[in-house]
């Protein structure tokens, strides 16, 4: 069958050419995705379901039985809401569904359950189609989730999310991580190649490196740490050594079978077969160690179970050699021991059975026939020990019963005392090792392939490790807070015991905690409730003001009656507070019922000691003006029968003062008079002139009006003064048209005098001024004639016909009267001050002493006051009191309130404070202890006094107890060496002698010699001394010396020698050997030391410290700064070093020097600010309204170190102090005053009429207004400018019989608000009516009502708030601040306040506040602590501090607080005494070439002087005798430990390096935050080729650290040597390294070029192409090769258009520096040599220098012509454009013109006319386009156009 039509169609397809293919396989995908999408839209439903969101859970209970709801409606498609029936209903969600109903309650069943972080994933990798980036330089961002739920608390269920959000939102899920870069692991540099592993023959060479940081987050693992390169030294003579001995590390220390186990072990055959058996294994050696196998006795069971019995046994074991036969017999039965399974012992038991095999053999071998004579002694010693042990039990039984329980007892308390006593059970075991022969492949052979004469020893006396064992733990003790306060407060400690009962020994287990803590609390109703103490303070002492005055200024302190801020102190003391006060006691009486305690028993802050106060300032008693003098009155009204009448004056008090008026001074002044009246008429004023007889003019009079007032003014009924003398009408006269018109008189002045006397007289003037002359003069003779003649009656009628009434003379204008005739004899009532409140005796006394506290104003009796008031007259003094009023008489007595008595009280003495404990060494002084009482109230008011005694001494009784503990050691036991059973065999184990093991016991005891628990020591004392140590005893052939005794003294320094001995003990005397004194000395001799002496001084100056006992004088319970000395002499001290002559620090006393150098100083003392005193206030600065007034203070002395600074000053000159305050002043207090005016001046003068045109002038005075009228002239400044009267007025004189109008009167107010439509009048009436025919002029004059012309408004300005003002006796508290009110036109001037009052505007401003002056507290401090500890016990560095502190901050302008808190000065200088390790010894294996071996070291004694930069001395042991034997702080003491020592051919591990330091993980210096880190590290050593395969793998560890440092990795390079460099990592600390720099950034370190670069003085540029080195260049072929390298050219001359040199450079040549090659570059040059063969110029040159010098000229020439002719244009090209020659051109954006300044004009507009292109010489057709672009000059070009 063919294909199927598919597959047909696809042939089909791929048959077509591949373009139609495409084509075609393009429009089948379209077709298919349309088809696709039209049956997308076509099965998208129309109408859907849409959902709201689930509402609140509701319920009736909680928990789930709730229901929720939400809408549901039935949606378009494309967004509108439609029918439900749209919808399919069968797909309808639901709109209700049960819920769980969350209530408060639940908060304590559920909670949100937070999952652990889960790993970084970076952010790449969850967003699709992003690349991660290739370079990693900060690290990758990346989000790390986990799983947040809500859960039940009790089971952890989980729960419904919505239970918690209820309470708390829901934890974030996802956070913001960061993935670091991937560190490669760092390495060191190697270090240098180590010698050659063999002498001969082919053997290894290493170097070896460390890791510095170890390979973090994904980075490159640490590359090899060794290097190995074969060597070769030489040939070797003779076969190479391939074996070596090798002994293996000490097994585990085992006891040595009993008798009946070894019996078991060798049966009678055994023995003499040992031999062979150790020779058969010493063939098979090498098989058995490589199979690993040892076959198994046969006797192992019964030694097992022999060994069984024997432990059962091991108790009732006493003689010497079952000692060895104790309980832990398990470690040979281990040895021993085959499993029940069949299985063989274990490697390390075959080795030991193996090696004890060997060594056996060996010995015995060499010890046969002394082992057989040992045999048969043996057998005759064992003989006699049984017949001695059966005479002892034969003995024993002799003994009674109760000397037989004394020896038992005896021995238990001696056992206490000895090894395998109490607390350690110390037994000497041994311990084996196995030696073996070692090929250098590392295979083992037999013994005898290594030829050695003697085997190392290969057993030693070891103790038995015991494990710490101890008790069980004892019962919890009671908690040490044995009282109930409060559940969160501080709790108690309860612990609990264990005892050791096995202490370790020989490597055991060490003990564990034996004590244990934990914390407790009482229970509340079990146990009482705690002692509570708390702070309790006394009663503030009085505010003192002068306190802070005499900080400030100690003149000024003793100043009485101060007010103001002040200071008041109290004490501070602790004591025990009940937890349940009685609520029915006073304060008092619980006050009386605390006793002082300890002050460290109150926890809390103590309350403050100081306060600052405030004392209220008197008020003085502020009193208005006097009022004028009233009329003549009677004393009293009532009764005037009395003739005598007084005139009296008054004023008032304006303020409340403090002590209420009584110290006011007096308000009343009277004058004698003579008929006194009570009321009087007052006259209002006078009607106007009516003529008598009813004429129109002529003389008349005027009708007073009047009205009745009393004494005091006031307005009374008119029929009180029915008396008084009724005023009487006044004569006037009305001008007739032709008479002199005269003015009205003016009002009588103020009376001249207030009183009248001998010299003085009180007058009055009024005046008036003529305003027009009569019509003619009629003489005297006709006046007289008519009088004698006709009579004065006919005189009136003689005048009209001769002319009017002529004008008087001056004198006649003027009247004067006298005024206030009364004399000059002022009394007035003087008052004393109240005097003290005394006991109204006719009262009961109910004055009981009250203990009250200060504040609590509350009287106990009503007493009585009184005062002297007598009668003064004025300027005389006292006269009979009948002299003034009786009426106003002050009264001399009243009540008043009597204070209770308050006696003082004290607080019950204190408990005595504890004895110090002291220990009693040396001179026993007897410490004393106190105790206390406090003053808690002060006495007053005649209450009981304090008593003066306040703190009592005594010395104390019980003796001081030194607390502390030590360890005891007790005597060394003898030496115990391996056991008999093992040490049998070998040479010399006939006698007793060899190393072996010694015990001592060890007990505590306290320092005064009592007994102690072991355990207290451990706790409290040093380490426990060792209970073992390695012994010797001697053998026969053994020398045995005693010990070295002390050097001899010297008798001088530097003379002599010192000499030490040591003698031979025993037999050793009598050996010849041992008398070698060069192998045995016997003395020692050295010469005697140099101990040269020197001091120097060391370290900086101490602070300047002021002697001790220097406080100032102060007030009690205060510490101000000023108190104590702070400035003056003192002393300063350096340290005093000393030094031996070879320069090690030794005490201070060999140089005679007490320590230190002291050098006297001095603390410059503080000054403060001083200002002058405040001046006089000035003048208010508006004579009307408000305004300001300063006064200031001048700088006198600035601050200097420290002291109270100043105010602030002004900030022009830096030298004053203002204060300002608002002020205002009365628009009435300065008035003008006007003199009447002068007689008219009429300028054209008319003698007959005296009348037309004049001038009226007068004098106008600024006067001082006082009650009494202006009193004296002023200043014309300090009244208003604007209501200046007129001096002088032009006007009209009025003829005879024209009409005389009076002066216009004041103008009408305009009615408010102001509008123009409203106007104001003024009037004037007429004085004399007209003649015939004359009318008079208007007398009413309008004008309109023009805002801030004629009509104002009127409105209240508020000033602002002046500075605090206090009392004059007050420096700070509180202070009154004030504002004043002040009426303000609408033209901005400020009007008397009437002016706002009449209009009845609104004032609700406060004009006075409180406020207060911050007190100049100045810094007070506590006194200077004690000094403390020296920082170090030892060195130049040790320093002593002493501190203060503040109490009171400085506040105000008070004196800050000193910069210096800390003093310090150097502790007397003491070497520093240390104990070190010497290094290492090399690792040494006893008697073997390799294998395991020990190291040693020593600790010595070293002194330093602490500083860290002088290297330690070693110095003798007996300075370090009081340092604690401990090397940097570990008291574990290592002198020796075990070592391996490799056996030729090994390969092994270096020891762990250092630990490196700390390193953070950085980018460019910021850390990331991952810690910090650090690594060591051990790299691997072979010593021969054909091991290499078998070495260890290095190994590298890692652990974090604190602290640590960024480092930055960076590439270096070296210079170029040939065709390479040198390239390598460096740290930023200078260290070059492997690793931590980025490889993608690595530099090239080579550069071969290809062809290479073989001509010479050639080599490879950095671009890789082939240049020529310093001193050549370059000669390039046209195929840019380099063809040779040829002597440097200095002359470059380019040529354009040359295409037949085929010579190029690629380098020109500068003579100062090498240019750098530029390969590729295009163009070529011709290169002329300027000089000949014999370094001279050539003869071209000179002709092309002269060529150039010609041109220059002539461009010179040219330019020049061309400015003067008007023809020059310069173009400038801009840089980018290009251009290969000049053209005249139109402007463009290529090119800048420049222009002659002579002929700028003309050639600009030439340029502009020209528009096409010329050359430079002749004009020619203008390029194309494209020549164009191509003209233009090159950058920076410029071209001459002419």
Known sequence: MGPPGGARLVLGVLKQPACLFIWRLSLLFFSMWALDAQTTVETKPLYIWQTGPWGRCMGSECGPGGSQSRAVWCAHSEGWTTLHTNCDQTERPDNQQSCFRVCDWHKDLYEWQLGAWNQCVPVMMRSAGVQRPTVCTKGEEGIQTREVGCVQKSDGEPAEDVICEYFEPKPRQEQACLIPCPRDCVVSEFSPWTSCSKTCGIGLRNRIRFVLAPPLFGGSACPNLTEFQTCQPGLCEGEENLYSLRVGPWGSCSVPLPRIARQAEKPPKESSKRSREIDKSAKEGSKQSRDGETPSRGGDKQAREEGKQSMRERKKMRDDEKQYQEKDIKSTEGEEKVSKNGNKPSLSNRKLVRENRKQGKAFRQADRPKRQKKVKNKAKKEKMREKGKGRLREKGKTKDPETRELIKKKRNKNRQNRPGGKFWDLQVGYQTREVTCVHKRGTIEALSLCSQEMLPVTFQACVIPRDCDVTEWSGWSACSKQCYYNPNGAKGERSRNRKVSQFPIGGGVECPELEEKEPCSPQDGVVPPCTVYTWKTTEWTECRVDMLLSQQDRRRGNLTGLCGGGIQTREVYCVQASAVAPSNLSSLRSREGLRPVDSELCLGVPPNTTQLCHISCPVECEVSLWSAWGPCTYENCQDQTNNKGFKLRKRRIINEPTDGTGNCPHLVEAIPCEDPSCFEWLVVKLEECVPDNEKECGPGTQIPQVQCINSDGEKVGKQLCRDAILPMPTICEVPCSKDCALSPWTPWSFCSHTCSGKNTEGKQTRVRSILAHNAGEVTAKVVAWVSVMQGPSLLSLVQPVFGGLQCPNVSALQEMRNCNEHPCTVYHWQTGPWGQCIEDSSGPNTNTSLGRTRGDDISCSVGMQTRKVICVRVNVGQVPPKKCPESLRPDTVRPCLLPCKRDCTVTPYSDWSFCPPVCQTGGKTKSKQYRKRMIIQLPANGGQDCPEILSQERECEAPSVCHGYRWKTHKWRRCQLVPWSVRQDTPGAQETCGSGI???????????????????????????????????????????????????????????????????????????????????????????????????????????????????????????????????????????????????????????????????????????????????????????????????????????????????????????????????????????????????????????????????????????????????????YLCDPEEMPLGARNSRLPCPEDCVLSDWGAWSACPLPCSENSTRVRVAFPLRKPGKEKKCPPTKEAESCKINRNCFHYSYNITDWSTCQLSDRAVCGYGLKTRMLDCVRSDGKSVDLSFCKELGLERKWQMNASCVVECPVNCQLSEWSPWSECTHTCGLAGTLFRTRTVIQAPQGDGRPCPSQMKQWKPCLLKPCYSWRYSAWSDCKSDGARCGEGMRFRNVSCFVSDGSGQQDSSVVDEELCGDVELSVNGDRQIILQELCTVPCPGDCYLTEWTVWSPCQLSCVSGDDLGFGSIQVRSRAVVAQDPENLLECPEQELEARPCAGGQCFEYKWRTGTWRGSSRHVWCQRSDGLNVTGGCLAAAKPLADRSCDPPCTKPWSLCTEAGVCGCEEGYTEVMTSDGVLDQCTVIPVLEIPTASDTKADVKTIRAYNPIQPAASAPGRAGRTWFLQPFGPDGTLKTWVYGVAAGVFVLLVFIISMTYLACNCGRCLCLKSRSGCPSDGAYWMEPSTCTVPYTCPACQKLEQDEFNRQSHLHQCVAPLQQPPPSQLEHSLPPPHFETLIT
């Not at 010192?1058 to 005397?1069: D, E, M, N, Q, V």
């Not at 140099?1090 to 602070?1103: E, F, I, L, R």
């Open 998 to 1276: 010694q015990f001592r016991a060890v007990s505590c005891r306290k320092l005064d010699g009592g007994q102690a628990d072991v355990e207290v020591c451990l706790k409290l004392a040093s380490p426990m001394p060792p209970l073992t140590q390695l012994c010797h005893l001697p053998c026969q052939d053994d020398c045995q010396l005693s010990s070295w005794s002390k050097f001899s003294t010297c008798t001088a320094d530097c003379v002599g020698v010192r000499t030490r001995k040591r003698i031979l003990i025993g037999k050793s005397k009598k050996r010849d050997q041992c008398k070698n004194n060069q192998m045995y000395p016997l003395s020692e001799m050295q010469y005697c030391p140099c101990n040269k002496y020197n001091a120097q001084p060391v370290g900086n100056w101490s602070d300047c410290i002021l002697p001790e006992g220097s406080r100032m004088e102060s007030q009690p319970g205060v510490r101000v700064q000023g108190d104590m000395k702070e400035c003056g002499q003192g002393y300063r001290y350096q340290a005093m070093v000393c030094y031996d002559q070879d320069n090690r620090i030794v005490e201070t006393s060999r140089c005679n020097s007490h320590g230190y150098i002291e050098e006297a100083c001095i603390t410059p003392c503080p000054s403060d600010c001083k200002l002058s005193e405040w001046s006089n206030w000035s003048r208010c600065s508006k004579s009307c309204g408000s305004g300001v007034k300063v006064r200031s203070k001048w700088l006198r002395e600035k601050p200097y170190n420290g002291g109270r600074p100043c105010p602030k000053l002004d900030h022009v000159n830096q030298a004053q102090v203002y204060e300002v305050v608002p002020c205002v002043s009365d628009c009435g207090q300065y008035v003008w005053v006007t003199e009447p005016w002068s007689v008219w001046k009429v300028s054209s003068v008319d003698l007959k009429s005296n009348c037309g045109e004049g001038v009226q002038t007068r004098k106008i005075r600024c006067m001082l207004n006082t009650i009494d009228g202006p009193s004296e002239q002023v200043e014309d």
